[in-house]
């Protein structure tokens, strides 16, 4: 129950997800935006169901412990293809869903150089590189608004930044109003490329942001013309 978003733009990537969390009938909220550091930083948002995703951070996390050194953004994904994978086939029938968790990562090629990149991993445990995606319970909601503000021919022309303000605007114009599984200031991370560190949107940002689309949730008839004169 989730909305994420991450794109590709000319100077790096950006990965947004909304911090609603429901469990065991309790809502809260929490950053869903997560680094592991496998010989460079990589970053992961999951969608499904909590349990399950709290299941793919665990067998990740321990994956990474066993395994032998990691070079690239492509093993990552492989590794993280399988987790997935298994996690389907044990879990899609007694859930009644075929794929009850993706996985959206991102980190640079090479892991502390090159081109960031963006992953993203179905439930059948397949993963492909992607430019754009949204997705989650919201994304059906979001991609309407999102493809027009960061749609990847869109964003391969600007940087970073202003990116990330796109795709918050974009998470919280679903956020409650449209899909009350989806809430909270959003979580926007930013990675460049040829540089492992990552920057978030800041909160005071978020909440202008915020604002702005409930400025425009109500004024939205006066912004189509379609108000009487």
């Known amino acids: 129950m989730t909305l994420i978003i991450g794109t590709k733009c000319c100077d790096g990537i950006v990965i947004g997800s909304d911090r609603k969390i429901q469990r065991g009938g309790e809502t809260s909220y929490a950053n869903k935006i997560f680094e592991f550091n496998v010989g460079g930083k990589i970053l992961f948002a999951a969608e499904g169901l909590t349990g399950i995703r709290d299941d793919f951070f665990y067998l990740f996390n321990s994956a990474i412990e066993s395994r032998r050194a990691i070079d690239t953004l492509y093993e990552v994904k492989l590794l993280v293809e399988d987790i997935i994978a298994n996690l389907s086939e044990r879990y899609a029938e007694r859930v009644q869903e075929t794929s009850p968790v993706g996985v959206l990562m991102g980190g640079l090629e090479n892991l502390t150089q090159g081109p960031a990149l963006v992953y993203y991993v179905h439930g059948v445990g397949y993963g492909e590189q992607v430019a754009f995606r949204c997705s989650?319970?919201?994304?059906?909601?979001?991609?309407?608004?999102?493809?027009?503000?960061?749609?990847?021919?869109i964003c391969q022309n600007l940087e970073t930044k202003e990116v990330a303000r796109r795709i918050a605007y974009a998470i919280l114009w679903v956020s409650e109003e449209v899909d009350s599984t989806v809430g909270g200031l959003p979580s926007v991370v930013m990675m460049k490329n040829n540089?492992?560190?990552?920057?978030?949107?800041?909160?005071?940002?978020?909440?202008?942001?915020?604002?702005?689309?409930?400025?425009h949730r109500r004024d939205l008839p006066k912004m189509f013309g379609l108000c009487n004169e």
Request: proline share 3%.
């Open 136 to 153: 989650g319970h919201g994304g059906e909601y979001a991609y309407s608004v999102a493809k027009f503000l960061c749609g990847p021919h």
């Open 195 to 215: 540089d492992q560190n990552v920057s978030y949107l800041e909160d005071e940002g978020l909440r202008k942001i915020e604002e702005t689309v409930k400025e």
